[in-house]
């Protein structure tokens, strides 16, 4: 089974709700405009840790407003859980092996994502 | 100067603890090769032919005499007593071993530096004019803004995993010393109806297999768009971009691909977004950093001393009208210290020559040292007055070489004696040439004219903007030189035009003698470059003179 990690560390996934919105990186976030609302999940799936347009994608969400749940998934690497934070991701999901070859206190210490951050005192 | 204040001060450490963590995680198996490499680059630590490679960040091209001693004490320490300044206005270490590399960055911050972007596919080192601050043609000091866009891109979250490499480069003067023609991003410093700065933006320009001299995407951005502005391009592209083929993927293709007009479009659009989310942080921290760069107290003295050491001494006198460049204050001059004395690897500089440099940047020079992306060595602050006693110095160092701008002054990449990339061997070839005209006594005759030679195609030494641009391949495993005539990297820049059939080893310096002799034989005057030469009568006589062929033909045809 995946992994969900947030801030708290590991966790099973625990949405039931219904349907989630996929999002390969290769989505076009203008298709997305009016699509969000009443969305209370969007799951935008990395190919590779490398794809780097998943960020990008998530901070176009945000900037339509987007508030609900928005989960990065795929084979990120825990050195990347701060800049899916900060990119406005809530959550990373992970394939159970890269768990298990990176486990908790490897993304939990990029938990403090909050702090030695440009981009915040810059948009201050 | 650039002083970091406590929270770069804490990024940098943090940002180190986290890279030595890195390194334990890939020997422990958390990380596999593919997962780390992203991550050494990005804190600037390539594999390269030999070993691994260091590439340490000098941000805009500025040091101070303590950043450049930590230079020379990490040569010592961990390399081999001497460091490669490149074209990107960065110190590379060839020699460190992946173990030591999280103490190098430790030692460089210490010193208030870091190797952070200066790899991978990430926004890179900003680099920017080597006389800023100093330049007598200057609108204003670029550097603040180049600080300000490091802090903004540096571990910027959405721009750490970008398509390819993404290079800035940024001018505030007229005379355009930057290349900002040939970066992903360009920007030039201008004045509006109203005397109002801001930035003409040029996108797209680059060297590389594809050369392209980039295009004006917005004539002008006033300066506190900047940032936003940035944001919208580099994220425009960062989904637009290619990433099936990294030969199509900087932005250049991008805007090739879908236009200009089109690439305009999608920025604009972005910038009225990203602009909303800027809410003055940034200009305050611009402010901020604008009081770290406040110029020096100059003193009006006399320059007696340096009007006699003229007349006395034809070496100083040599060495005073190659090496120095105009200063905006009175009785000052900006000395740029030649790192390529003839035989010697254009960019390299020991660590004792450092402590000389850094030394006399203290004496004589306010403190302040530039790396130029010439590969050379900048004092920008000297007054008139301290110029023989400097000069003098340097020479005892081995550091007078009175070749700025002229045949020897040569831009060249590692080539095959370092790089893993490199086709052709690119160090020997700037030496022999350098040596020839030497011995040939012609350097001075010459005049201004740059040559500039790559090992591969990736164009590292610039060759496709060189006056006379050599372009190292492999030819069924000999090394041919190809060249290309004609280049610019300044405000008029233009890409060079190849020749014919490239050269093997034995026979590039002569092919170059023989482009030279024919320049000397055509120009008007003494006083007419040969870039001059080659842009009034095109490339006809100089290949003529460059695959030998009869004139008389020629002039029958």
Same mark, same amino acid.
């Given at each position: 089974?995946?992994?969900?990690?947030?801030?708290?560390?590991?966790?099973?996934?625990?949405?039931?709700?219904?349907?989630?919105?996929?999002?390969?990186?290769?989505?076009?976030?203008?298709?997305?405009?009016?699509?969000?609302?009443?969305?209370?999940?969007?799951?935008?799936?990395?190919?590779?840790?490398?794809?780097?347009?998943?960020?990008?994608?998530?901070?176009?969400?945000?900037?339509?407003?987007?508030?609900?749940?928005?989960?990065?998934?795929?084979?990120?690497?825990?050195?990347?859980?701060?800049?899916?934070?900060?990119?406005?991701?809530?959550?990373?999901?992970?394939?159970?092996?890269?768990?298990?070859?990176?486990?908790?206190?490897?993304?939990?210490?990029?938990?403090?994502?909050?702090?030695?951050?440009?981009?915040?005192?810059?948009?201050? | 100067?650039?002083?970091?204040?406590?929270?770069?001060?804490?990024?940098?450490?943090?940002?180190?603890?986290?890279?030595?963590?890195?390194?334990?995680?890939?020997?422990?198996?958390?990380?596999?090769?593919?997962?780390?490499?992203?991550?050494?680059?990005?804190?600037?630590?390539?594999?390269?032919?030999?070993?691994?490679?260091?590439?340490?960040?000098?941000?805009?091209?500025?040091?101070?005499?303590?950043?450049?001693?930590?230079?020379?004490?990490?040569?010592?320490?961990?390399?081999?007593?001497?460091?490669?300044?490149?074209?990107?206005?960065?110190?590379?270490?060839?020699?460190?071993?992946?173990?030591?590399?999280?103490?190098?960055?430790?030692?460089?911050?210490?010193?208030?530096?870091?190797?952070?972007?200066?790899?991978?596919?990430?926004?890179?080192?900003?680099?920017?004019?080597?006389?800023?601050?100093?330049?007598?043609?200057?609108?204003?000091?670029?550097?603040?803004?180049?600080?300000?866009?490091?802090?903004?891109?540096?571990?910027?979250?959405?721009?750490?995993?970008?398509?390819?490499?993404?290079?800035?480069?940024?001018?505030?003067?007229?005379?355009?010393?930057?290349?900002?023609?040939?970066?992903?991003?360009?920007?030039?410093?201008?004045?509006?109806?109203?005397?109002?700065?801001?930035?003409?933006?040029?996108?797209?320009?680059?060297?590389?297999?594809?050369?392209?001299?980039?295009?004006?995407?917005?004539?002008?951005?006033?300066?506190?768009?900047?940032?936003?502005?940035?944001?919208?391009?580099?994220?425009?592209?960062?989904?637009?971009?290619?990433?099936?083929?990294?030969?199509?993927?900087?932005?250049?293709?991008?805007?090739?691909?879908?236009?200009?007009?089109?690439?305009?479009?999608?920025?604009?659009?972005?910038?009225?977004?990203?602009?909303?989310?800027?809410?003055?942080?940034?200009?305050?921290?611009?402010?901020?950093?604008?009081?770290?760069?406040?110029?020096?107290?100059?003193?009006?003295?006399?320059?007696?001393?340096?009007?006699?050491?003229?007349?006395?001494?034809?070496?100083?006198?040599?060495?005073?009208?190659?090496?120095?460049?105009?200063?905006?204050?009175?009785?000052?001059?900006?000395?740029?210290?030649?790192?390529?004395?003839?035989?010697?690897?254009?960019?390299?500089?020991?660590?004792?020559?450092?402590?000389?440099?850094?030394?006399?940047?203290?004496?004589?020079?306010?403190?302040?040292?530039?790396?130029?992306?010439?590969?050379?060595?900048?004092?920008?602050?000297?007054?008139?007055?301290?110029?023989? +006693?400097? /000069?003098?110095? &340097?020479?005892? $160092?081995?550091?007078?070489? =009175?070749?700025?701008?002229?045949?020897?002054? *040569?831009? @060249?990449?590692?080539?095959?004696?370092?790089?893993?990339?490199?086709?052709?061997?690119?160090?020997?070839?700037?030496?022999?040439?350098?040596?020839?005209?030497?011995?040939?006594?012609?350097?001075?005759?010459?005049?201004?004219?740059?040559?500039?030679?790559?090992?591969?195609?990736?164009?590292?030494?610039?060759?496709?903007?060189?006056?006379?641009?050599?372009?190292?391949?492999?030819?069924?495993?000999?090394?041919?030189?190809?060249?290309?005539?004609?280049?610019?990297?300044?405000?008029?820049?233009?890409?060079?035009?190849?020749?014919?059939?490239?050269?093997?080893?034995?026979?590039?310096?002569?092919?170059?003698?023989?482009?030279?002799?024919?320049?000397?034989?055509?120009?008007?005057?003494?006083?007419?470059?040969?870039? +001059?030469? /080659?842009?009034? &009568?095109?490339? $006809?006589?100089?290949?003529? =003179?460059?695959?030998?062929?009869?004139?008389? *033909?020629? @002039?029958?045809?």
């Amino acid at each position: 089974m995946t992994v969900i990690v947030t801030d708290r560390g590991f966790a099973d996934d625990d949405w039931v709700e219904g349907a989630a919105l996929d999002l390969p990186t290769s989505t076009d976030p203008e298709t997305l405009r009016g699509q969000l609302a009443g969305v209370t999940m969007v799951r935008v799936q990395f190919p590779s840790f490398a794809d780097g347009r998943g960020f990008t994608l998530a901070r176009q969400i945000r900037r339509m407003g987007y508030v609900g749940r928005l989960r990065a998934t795929g084979p990120l690497i825990a050195d990347q859980y701060a800049m899916a934070r900060r990119a406005g991701f809530d959550e990373v999901e992970i394939p159970p092996d890269l768990a298990v070859r990176q486990p908790e206190p490897q993304w939990l210490a990029r938990a403090n994502w909050q702090a030695h951050d440009y981009q915040s005192r810059l948009r201050a | 100067m650039y002083h970091y204040n406590d929270f770069d001060e804490a990024f940098v450490r943090e940002r180190v603890s986290q890279f030595r963590e890195q390194v334990a995680r890939r020997l422990d198996g958390s990380l596999s090769e593919d997962e780390f490499r992203p991550l050494r680059l990005m804190n600037g630590l390539y594999l390269q032919l030999h070993a691994y490679m260091l590439r340490v960040a000098i941000p805009y091209g500025t040091l101070n005499s303590a950043q450049l001693r930590q230079l020379a004490y990490i040569a010592e320490r961990w390399d081999k007593g001497y460091g490669h300044f490149t074209t990107r206005q960065n110190i590379q270490f060839n020699w460190p071993q992946l173990a030591d590399v999280p103490d190098i960055l430790l030692a460089l911050a210490d010193a208030g530096m870091h190797a952070i972007q200066t790899s991978g596919n990430t926004i890179r080192n900003v680099t920017a004019d080597h006389f800023a601050g100093a330049a007598a043609d200057e609108i204003e000091d670029p550097r603040p803004y180049a600080e300000l866009i490091r802090q903004w891109s540096t571990d910027h979250p959405e721009f750490q995993f970008l398509p390819r490499k993404f290079k800035i480069a940024i001018t505030g003067a007229p005379n355009d010393r930057a290349v900002t023609k040939a970066h992903d991003i360009g920007l030039r410093m201008v004045r509006d109806a109203n005397g109002a700065h801001g930035f003409e933006v040029i996108v797209g320009g680059g060297l590389g297999r594809t050369p392209m001299i980039g295009k004006v995407l917005r004539a002008f951005l006033p300066t506190a768009d900047l940032l936003p502005y940035l944001e919208a391009v580099v994220s425009v592209w960062n989904l637009a971009g290619r990433r099936d083929n990294k030969y199509k993927s900087r932005i250049k293709i991008t805007v090739h691909e879908l236009g200009i007009e089109e690439i305009s479009r999608q920025v604009e659009a972005r910038f009225l977004e990203t602009r909303a989310e800027f809410k003055g942080g940034d200009q305050a921290i611009l402010a901020e950093i604008g009081s770290h760069f406040a110029p020096p107290a100059f003193a009006p003295r006399s320059t007696a001393a340096y009007e006699a050491a003229r007349s006395a001494n034809p070496a100083f006198r040599s060495f005073a009208d190659t090496n120095l460049a105009a200063h905006r204050a009175q009785g000052y001059a900006i000395v740029t210290i030649s790192t390529k004395a003839h035989g010697a690897t254009p960019g390299d500089m020991t660590a004792a020559q450092m402590r000389v440099v850094a030394d006399l940047a203290l004496a004589y020079g306010h403190d302040e040292i530039r790396i130029s992306h010439e590969q050379n060595v900048i004092l920008p602050h000297v007054h008139k007055a301290d110029l023989p +006693a400097l /000069y003098l110095a &340097l020479r005892e $160092a081995g550091l007078a070489t =009175a070749n700025v701008g002229l045949i020897s002054d *040569i831009i @060249a990449c590692p080539g095959m004696d370092y790089c893993a990339l490199a086709t052709a061997r690119s160090i020997p070839i700037a030496q022999e040439i350098a040596t020839r005209f030497d011995e040939l006594g012609l350097e001075q005759d010459i005049g201004a004219l740059k040559i500039k030679i790559s090992g591969c195609i990736n164009a590292c030494g610039h060759h496709h903007v060189g006056h006379i641009g050599i372009l190292g391949l492999d030819r069924a495993g000999v090394e041919n030189y190809q060249i290309t005539l004609g280049g610019d990297a300044t405000e008029t820049a233009v890409i060079g035009e190849k020749t014919g059939p490239g050269f093997a080893a034995d026979e590039v310096v002569d092919a170059i003698e023989r482009l030279v002799r024919a320049y000397l034989a055509l120009r008007l005057t003494d006083d007419e470059a040969f870039v +001059a030469t /080659y842009r009034r &009568l095109g490339a $006809a006589p100089f290949l003529d =003179a460059l695959y030998q062929r009869e004139v008389q *033909i020629h @002039a029958a045809e």
